[in-house]
């Protein structure tokens, strides 16, 4: 059995662990045609780009020997989507990717393109996390008057005591006062 294939064989039985699971494609001879082994169908490059932008991982391998052909096809979705979008890979970039031939050079681009792509995620996060801060102080001051208004008409706060006491004094004497009212009868009414 080839080197490829033993991998191969190993991948699948290491889809059980944290890593996600990987869908296999096996590349059939010259035709190019593309079988996903997981769904048990032809599928072309367009479909293949839309799983990997879903966030699958891939693999591809040569239907009879075996040999890992997912760098080629990556690189193929990549020229599709350049041919059809020219602005995806510049110019400039590409010549870079050229000169860059040797160990050392690919080595560093492929340094620079994970850290630019890392950055990249990192900035995107910021940007969310800052728009929901952004949301967040954008409803601070509805807050504030909301929570304002709450406290005014809320119960009152707890009184002064000294307040409380002459409540207290002023209510005895109304009672006192209508006890005597009761205890006197009324003059200019005879019976």
Excluded at 65 to 87: C, F, N, S, Y
Aim: hydrophobic letters at 35%; a positive charge.
């Amino acid at each position: 059995m080839s080197r490829a294939r033993t991998k191969l064989l190993q991948g699948d039985r290491n889809a059980g662990s944290a890593a996600p699971a990987r869908t296999i494609f096996k590349k059939y001879g010259k035709n190019r045609r593309l079988y996903d082994t997981s769904a048990s169908r032809y599928v072309n490059l367009e479909e293949m780009a839309g799983l990997i932008r879903q966030g699958k991982e891939i693999q591809v391998v040569d239907a009879k020997t075996g040999e890992d052909l997912t760098r080629v096809t990556l690189m193929q979705i990549i020229m599709e989507d350049a041919r059809d979008k020219p602005t995806v890979l510049p110019v400039e970039l590409l010549r870079h990717l050229i000169v860059a031939s040797d160990h050392a050079g690919r080595e560093f681009i492929t340094w620079y393109m994970h850290s630019a792509f890392d950055t990249y995620r990192k900035v995107q996060s910021a940007l969310e996390s800052g728009l929901s801060e952004v949301q967040s102080a954008a409803k601070s001051p509805l807050q504030l008057v909301k929570s304002f208004l709450q406290s005014t008409v809320s119960p009152k706060p707890a009184e002064d005591p000294e307040l409380q006491e002459l409540r207290n004094r002023v209510a005895e004497l109304e009672a006192r006062l209508e006890a005597s009212k009761k205890r006197v009868p009324s003059k200019g009414k005879t019976g």
